[in-house]
């Protein structure tokens, strides 16, 4: 790279001077880069007296290199060049955009015709060059329109032709390609922008903007604002944080149903960025009433840019999500009574209105009805109707069971959790249920699948976990399994199509997101440093063993 420097300066020079004896340029090297060239007349001069016009007009200070050319010789090799070339922002929606990080530099430039710059949270594609010449006597034009450095502002959205003119020499070309990531930007800003360190306090009236990868605007919070939140258990103490949205106003979002609360999940510990989202793909085949809809995303927080995020509908009662009714603090008795609940078995067991179950110790965290209608009827018999189900399972009888919970849900959601090896089950945590009025129990939604998923292993997990221990001794339930398998089975194979669609839509999201948090604290995924297609391909290839491997277990039982 030093030589190529060299030779480019030298070249530089020629061009300047009239062809003549031997002279001097003095040029000082940091780290294989040019950092100032000039001329001199004296054979000793101090770095001082150079002039510098690379890495922003500043002057250095050091040792100088003495180099002795013949201009006779570079006048013939002389041509126009750039010498750095780098964008900057225009408008607050791309504040985050980094000089430093989205630049060319000299050694990019030299033999190259194309200048493509990948951004991944642009929203405004009119953005201001700050560009070096290798002369300041040298035009510059922008689709033929004149530029000064850091002054102009020119519209990125197409390919831009840069020209470099110079008196009666022949012009130099540059086209300049810039895109970003393809993925939605979700830009949010808290008020004064205060910090978001608390799962448990809102950050009130924030403003969010979610850009189209366009530049379009999806959608804007404007006067009605915004709350924003931390979320998790162990992922809220990762370095990447996740976050909980409320809106003030239901809306729709990047082609999703209206409702307020969204979430916007890290995905820190997964190198691939795609387990939660294959997860609820495979979700989505079975009898399980509703799946998180979710949209991969560039997320900026207060002017910073924070990588990939999965932005995907909170677990909640609606029309649109867990479609069973929404109970009012006065359903106390009779069919009003029944439903509907919305719970999540979870061992963190943090829940304000909460139990654990007689027979299996089940610790059942009611998420709805929301504390400010649950009362204590309601909760009463949510817990009285789930003992009476275990205690129907513990005495043997699963005709009884099944009188209280939908068993297609429960072998389908046991079947996603064994076909992605989710170890969760076994605490158990992120497990949810929930019972519609005068119904079952039903297993479902899916959710949080990036701890140990995806890996290879060829063995029945939960096998013991939660109530199923005691299933797997009912020929009855072994019977469904099998059946259940050999209908997702095919279903579940198909979504190999969508790791590989996924893959290609996050490959350049994936890059940026990987030099903001380029090592992951925790290695429970085993592909903590793999590079990202590796890392896809050891999901893809671990989740496609599995199922061959489980094709045999479960048909042998």
Known sequence: MMKRALFTIMAVIAMLLPVGAQDSIFVQMKD????????????TVSVDEIYMNICDT?????????IVFDRNMLAKKSGLQLMSFKLRHTDEGNEALLDKTFSADIDELMNNDTISFVIPYLTNYKLKPFFVASSQNIKVYANDELITSEESVVDFSSPV???????????????VCLKNSGLPIVVIETPDRQAINSKYRWVE???????????????????NYMNISGRGNSTWSYNKKPYNIKLNVKSAILGMPKHKRWCLLA????????????????????SMDWTPNGRFVELVVNGKALGNYYLCEAIRIDDDRVNINEMKPTDI???????????ELDSYYDAEWKFKTTYFRMPVNIKEPDEDVINSYQFSYIKSYCNEAERRLNNGSYKDFAEYFDMNTLVDWYLLNEVIYNPELNHPKSSYMHKDKNGKLRMGPAWDHDWETFTPHSSLKNRNAMWFGKLFTMPEFIQLLKERWNKLKKPFASVKGFIEETREGIRLSWEFNNSVWPTISNSVNGDTSLPFDDAVDRLKNSFLNRLNALDVVINSL
């Open 58 to 66: 500043t002057f250095y200070s050091g040792l100088v290199n003495r």
């Open 205 to 223: 009236k924030s403003s969010m903007h979610i850009y189209n990868a366009d530049g379009t605007v999806n959608y804007a919070s404007g006067n």
């Open 32 to 43: 294989g880069s040019v950092l100032a060239y000039g001329l001199a007349d004296n054979d």
């Open 161 to 175: 032709r840069i020209r470099l003119e110079y008196g009666s020499r022949e012009p130099r070309e540059y086209v």
């Open 267 to 286: 995905n820190y510990i997964d190198r691939t960025l795609m387990r939660n989202a294959v997860a609820f793909e495979l979700a989505r085949m079975t």
């Open 333 to 343: 008795s009779g069919e009003a009574i029944t439903g509907g609940y919305l719970m």
